[in-house]
Structures are given as C-alpha cells and as structure tokens.
C-alpha cells in the first residue's frame, strides 16, 4: 500500500474517534432546568456586578432631626432627646457629632441602638455606626445652669442638624423666661428655636415664688393628653398566631381616662402600667383604663397591652394583615417592628404603617424571644388603628434540586 493512502486512512479514522468522543461527552455532560424568575434574577445581579462602582457620597452622615422636650427646674432643665441620624457610608466606621457634653451636661440614659454605639470625645457627645441606614434613637439629660442670684443662665449646643427645636414646659408662676422673642407656644409648651447651633435659655425665679415652692404649690399649664410614641413588636408564627405587644409612653396632667377599640379576632392577655401588670375588663372590644403620671408632678406614663391573634396558618404564597388598636388619644409616632417566618418573603402591599430601616429599641415589660425575618415599620400622627397589608411567598434561594 502507497504510504499517501496509508496517511489518508488514518486521518479519516482519527477524525470519526473525535466526533464519537465529542458526541458521547455532550450525552454525558450535566444539565439543569431554572425557573425564568431565577433566570432573570440572576441575569440582573450580572449585571449589576458589571457596573462601575457607585461613586462615594460627599458626606458620611447627617443629623437629621433633633427635638428637644422637657421642663425648666430651679437650678436646671430635665430634657429628653430624639434624634434621627442617616448614615451614608457602608463598612466605613462613622464618627458623628450630637450634642455638647461638659461637666453641666448629666446623661441619665443611654438607648441601646442596633449597629450603633456612643461615645464621649472632645467635650462631644458621639454616635458610632459602619452600617448605612436610617437611626432613630432618643436619650435624657440634665443640664445644670449657672447661677447669679435670681437669674439663671445654660447653653446647650449640638451639631448642625437639618431641623432642631427646644419644646419647654415651665410654671409661670414660679419661672419668667427671658429670652422668648423668638418662641411660640404650643400644646407641648414653650417652643426654642436655636441660634449659632445652640439652645440658650435664660430665666430669674419670680420674687413672689421664693421660698414658697414645693411640688404641691407648682402648677403646670395645662396640656393636651396624647401618646408621644407607640412600639408595637410582633412575633408571627408558621402554626397561624400574632404575639402582638404595644408599649405607649403618654403625655398628661393628672388622673385621665384613656381607652383602646381592640381590632376583630385579638385577645387582651395583659396590661402593664408602668411596668406592673394591673387587672382591666373588656367591654364591647373596648378597653377604657384611668391612668396616673409615673411620679407626683410628672406628667408621662407607660403603658403596655399584651395581645394575641389567630389569624391562620401561613399558605406557600397570599396576603398577611396585621392591626393594631385605636387609641382615644392623638399618637405622634408608632414604630412597628415584625418577625416573620423565614421561610417566606416578604414585600409591603398597602396600608397606613410603611418600611423604614430601624425602629427604636424598647423594652417591654413581657420578654418574649423574636425570632424570624424583621420588618419595621412606621406612621406619623396617627388618627385611627394603624395597620398593613404584607404579601408573600415561599423563599427558595439556594434550595433548588440540583438532581445530583
């Protein structure tokens, strides 16, 4: 045989061998079956992977909102503080300014905030965090003023803040207010605004008053009953139950009578008034109880309702609807903060309660442990029963069959 046929026949011979081997890998190879909404899931997070980093923002963090309440004391003024702080860096350590803190400035009570830490440095109270997202907290303070013999005198600075404001509450019959050209007066007293970023406050004890004051003798203007803030904090479970509780911190003058319409379908299982449970009775779905500032002159209270629900067990998609009851009194803010089963996804569908990043840190008077997916939530001047509607459906990230 010519050695050109011989060349010729092992080159058509080691062409068929590949094909075979080609074909005989793609029989074997492996193959997977996705549904489209992975498909497209996973083609948009391609793409977002090959987007250009997103450009640094020119600040870190800002201070939001800082509003001030309290009432003016002889020596001093008793405040709380509420404080909104938006953080724009991530995995970034944020250092950021909040008030002036010297020797004059006692800090009664410190929040604990989720991803968040304070810190005193260079005469500045500081707040701490490396996540980005929204903040609110709130803190009390006691501010001593300087003294020169009737006339009173304390400044209280803080960081540039998009919106701050001083709400004081004083006895004009003990008190006169020097510097209140620039106030207003509303339900919840005397209303600061600041200068230079700072509070200033000046006052002189009324002649007439020394020596005649004592709690009896003070009387306070009067002042509107409402609920300066509401958290509520729910625990759903897969068997179809809401462990529901609402801690309220009132504001009155007084004994005053405040009452609670309950929404269909929950049980009152506990009520507590400043921390201690107290008996109450169910009329019509309607709670009605009389309640008493914590200390004599004071004029807040807590008060927190222990609820359950039974909604019914959850389905592999639908619609979940949470309520909360109607308070008779005007509510400033209610926070909600939900646990739901993790299994499922959640996305908000309508109602008055809408998602923010965090909710302040509260602690109720009825532990319970609050397991599951978080939702917080949150509604300004509220009116009426807050609630939401969720939808959701079963969560399968990373538990497809592979079939291997």
């Keep these: 045989m010519r050695p050109e046929l011989l060349l010729t026949i092992l080159l058509c011979l080691s062409t068929a061998a590949q094909a075979q081997t080609t074909t005989a890998s793609a029989q074997t190879s ?24 997103a450009p640094e923002a020119p600040i870190t963090a800002t201070l939001d909102l800082l509003e001030l309440s309290g009432r003016l004391l002889q020596d001093a003024v008793d405040l709380r503080a509420q404080f909104q702080v938006t953080v724009l860096a991530q995995d970034t350590w944020v250092d950021l300014a909040l008030l002036a803190k010297d020797s004059a400035t006692h800090l009664s009570a410190l929040p604990a905030v989720e991803g968040g830490y ?19 907290f709130e803190l009390k303070l006691y501010k001593k003023a300087q003294a020169k013999g009737r006339e009173r005198r304390l400044e209280l600075g803080f960081a540039n803040a998009s919106s701050a404001a001083l709400f004081l509450q004083l006895d004009q ?5 020097q510097n209140t050209r620039s106030s207003t007066r509303d ?4 209303v600061i605004m600041p200068k230079d970023q700072r509070f200033v406050l000046q006052w002189t004890q009324r002649p007439d008053a020394i020596g005649k004051q004592t709690p009896t003798a003070a009387r306070r203007p009067p002042i509107e009953s409402m609920i300066e803030s509401a958290h509520a904090s729910v625990v759903a479970t897969l068997e179809g139950r809401h462990l529901i509780r609402v801690l309220y911190r009132l504001h009155f003058e007084g004994q005053q009578t405040i009452s609670f319409a309950l929404p269909p379908g929950q049980e009152l299982r506990k009520v507590f008034l400043h921390n201690t449970a107290i008996p109450h009775t169910i009329k019509d779905n309607r709670l009605e109880l009389t309640v008493t500032p914590t200390r004599a002159g004071d004029v807040s209270a807590t008060l927190e309702l222990d609820l359950l629900e039974h909604p019914g ?16 009194w005007r509510i400033n803010d209610f926070y909600a903060a939900v646990h739901l089963p993790p299994v499922f996804n959640y996305v908000w569908q309508s109602g008055s309660l809408t998602p923010v990043a965090s909710t302040p840190p509260i602690n109720f008077a009825n532990q319970i442990p609050t397991p599951g997916k978080d939702l917080n939530l949150h509604q300004q001047l509220v009116g009426t029963a807050p609630q939401v509607q969720l939808r959701y459906q079963v969560d399968l990230t990373e538990n497809y069959f592979t079939g291997r």
Excluded: C
């Excluded at 067990?313 to 008779?328: D, E, I, N, Y």
């Design 173 to 177: 019959e003990l008190f006169e207010l």
């Design 118 to 136: 304070f810190a005193v440095r260079d005469g500045w109270l500081r707040f701490l965090a490396r996540q980005a997202g929204s903040y609110r």
């Design 313 to 328: 067990r959850f389905s592999l998609s639908g619609t979940r609807k949470l309520s909360f009851p109607r308070a008779s």
């Design 30 to 53: 492996a193959s997977a079956t996705l549904p489209l909404d992975e498909i497209l899931r996973l083609h948009q997070q391609l793409k977002q992977a090959q987007k250009p980093p």
């Design 187 to 190: 339900s919840r007293g005397m």
